[in-house]
């Protein structure tokens, strides 16, 4: 069922229908326009695209995909990681972990703490981040609405994607007003729904 089904069984207290699913995609990377867009629409199914609006037809990374980019680009095989100390690892497998581990450290702090961390990552484990090598990973704006007005929802996500936990209120606020306003802008459509960062 999409989104706006949802709301409408919710709204008027009716059932919903049997076995009833919903598809939904975070963040708005690039392939959920040319991969999952071509199957949903040739089965005719409807689904929501949850957009975190600073990333939208920009070249810069989510901080998951920066510390992937530096970890499958460094040669070191071992280093000193803030909050985790000394790490070594020997082949992709225990690399991959190394990074797994430091990513859910990253995420029981601050934003701010956060993203300073992430930023001396190319330093520590000696990797140069190219201008373009986050080009083209994430949906432009001109795909989002394409979607929207072919049967693909689009809904908010925060505007930067920050945990909102880890943000005061008022920011947390902001984070979804902005968001929301950015895609009605975009698409021209309400934005019915919202799926937090991490939500779990």
């Known amino acids: 069922i999409s989104g706006a089904e949802l709301a409408e069984c919710l709204k008027k207290n009716r059932k919903f229908p049997p076995h009833a699913a919903m598809i939904t995609f975070d963040d708005g990377y690039y392939d959920n326009y040319t991969n999952a867009y071509p199957i949903l ?55 991959n972990r190394v990074m797994q581990n430091w990513i859910a450290a990253l995420k029981k702090m601050s934003d701010t703490e956060k993203q300073v961390l992430v930023g001396r990552l190319p330093e520590i484990l000696n990797v140069t981040v190219h201008q373009d090598a986050f080009a083209n990973v994430m949906m432009s704006w001109s795909h989002a609405k394409e979607l929207s007005e072919n049967g693909i929802e689009m809904g908010g996500h925060t505007a930067s994607h920050p945990i909102l936990t880890r943000v005061s209120p008022d920011a947390a606020s902001a984070e979804l007003v902005r968001s929301k306003q950015r895609i009605e802008e975009a698409i021209g459509k309400r934005v019915l729904s919202f799926a937090y960062p991490n939500g779990q």
């Open 41 to 95: 629409k040739a089965r005719n199914l409807p689904a929501i695209i949850f957009l975190a609006t600073d990333y939208i037809g920009e070249k810069k990374p989510f901080y998951w995909d920066l510390v992937a980019y530096c970890f499958h680009h460094t040669i070191k095989t071992q280093t000193e990681l803030p909050h985790l100390g000394l790490q070594s690892w020997a082949d992709e497998s225990s690399q």
